[in-house]
């Protein structure tokens, strides 16, 4: 399925869209990073919960649950909170 990333992985992907599959948010991650190596961490921690400054949206509504089960035509869209002082 397709996976829009952010500019702040694309040192990962090289791109701002990538291909990924999986029956669920927890196993599209792990494919992610399957192809990108070290971009999951990124996203997750170390508790397995999705980091504080990434959103996840699959057809426009957020995703925190890593169960979350995904079809094929779904599209998932990562976003990195800015932030700083």
Known sequence: MKVLIPSALRS??????A?????????????LDQQYTGIR??????????????????????VRDLGHRLAESDEVVIVQALSGG
């Not at 990962?12 to 869209?17: G, H, K, L, Q």
């Not at 997750?44 to 949206?57: P, S, T």
């Open 41 to 62: 961490f990124r996203m997750i921690d170390e508790q397995e919960r999705i980091r504080r400054h990434i959103r996840i949206f699959v057809n426009g509504t957020q």
């Open 19 to 31: 291909r990924a599959s999986g029956e669920t948010l927890a196993a599209l991650l792990t494919d």
């Open 12 to 17: 990962y992907t090289e791109r701002a869209e």
